[in-house]
Nanobody, 127 residues
Framework: VQLVESGGGSVQAGESLRLSCVASGYTYASNCMGWFRQAPGKERELVASIYVAGGVKYYTDSVKGRFIISQDAKNIVSLQMNTLKPEDTAKYYC???????????????????????WGQGTQVTVS
């Protein structure tokens, strides 16, 4: 399994970035895809997730109205980040889940979601 992230970088407050993640390793579609972030000295948090089959999305409160998660193709997820703020500075990690469970439809789009696989992360710095 391989998760390859791209799109991070350094921007000014108010600007936008788009992160993309290509997940490979299974021929069938994943059940859940998401983005986490971790800032220095802070715990990793779920930023956004999407339950693929139902299209249900989750956003943490601090990014609602600014970030958009989307599935661009099978096993490819992106995060459009608009109106970036300095507090968005963090390393962003792609997360993917191919596991199925009876509660995946509610577990995926929730703050407590724990994914099956992680990417290596891409740095986003907002100044």
């Amino acid at each position: 399994v391989q998760l390859v992230e791209s799109g991070g970088g350094s921007v000014q407050a108010g600007e936008s970035l788009r992160l993309s993640c290509v997940a490979s390793g299974y021929t069938y579609a994943s059940n859940c895809m998401g983005w986490f972030r971790q800032a220095p000295g802070k715990e990793r948090e779920l930023v956004a997730s999407i339950y693929v089959a139902g299209g249900v999305k989750y956003y943490t409160d601090s990014v609602k109205g600014r970030f958009i998660i989307s599935q661009d193709a099978k096993n490819i997820v992106s995060l459009q980040m608009n109106t970036l703020k300095p507090e968005d500075t963090a390393k962003y990690y792609c997360a993917v889940d191919w596991r199925w469970s009876p509660d995946i439809a509610t577990r995926c789009p929730s703050a407590s979601y724990e994914p099956e696989y992680w990417g290596q992360g891409t740095q986003v710095t907002v100044s």
